[in-house]
């Protein structure tokens, strides 16, 4: 399965951006579908994450401001963002689990400034 992340830029503080995660394949035999992001200097976290039975967990940190969600039919899996601070810069990356197998996208930069 190869995920493509897009999505990403630069938004004002306050700001929203949508992200997407189109995968080669189906994604309904994937356990669970995440976010992670990455900013410089930081181990990677993960911010979001819902299972095949659309079962959603979200890092305190995000919690009321983003969402994710997925739409099987497109083998998309979103990170809606609201209310973005500085502190949400980072790259972000989305991640398949199925059973011992692991896949990652490529990362999309997310830039919150004014």
């Known amino acids: 399965v190869q995920l493509q992340a897009s999505g990403g830029g630069l938004v004002q503080p306050g700001g929203s951006l949508r992200l997407a995660c189109v995968a080669s394949?189906?994604?309904?035999?994937?356990?669970?579908m995440g976010w992670y992001r990455q900013a410089p200097g930081k181990q990677r976290e993960l911010v979001a994450s819902i299972t095949s039975g659309s079962s959603t967990r979200h890092a305190d940190s995000v919690k009321g401001r983003f969402t994710i969600s997925r739409d099987n039919a497109k083998k998309t899996v979103y990170l809606q963002m609201n209310s973005l601070k500085p502190e949400d810069t980072a790259v972000y990356y989305c991640?398949?689990?199925?059973?011992?197998?692991?896949?990652w996208g490529q990362g999309t930069q997310v830039t919150v400034s004014s």
């Open positions: 394949g189906s994604i309904e035999s994937m356990n669970v």
């Open positions: 991640k398949a689990d199925k059973w011992i197998a692991a896949y």
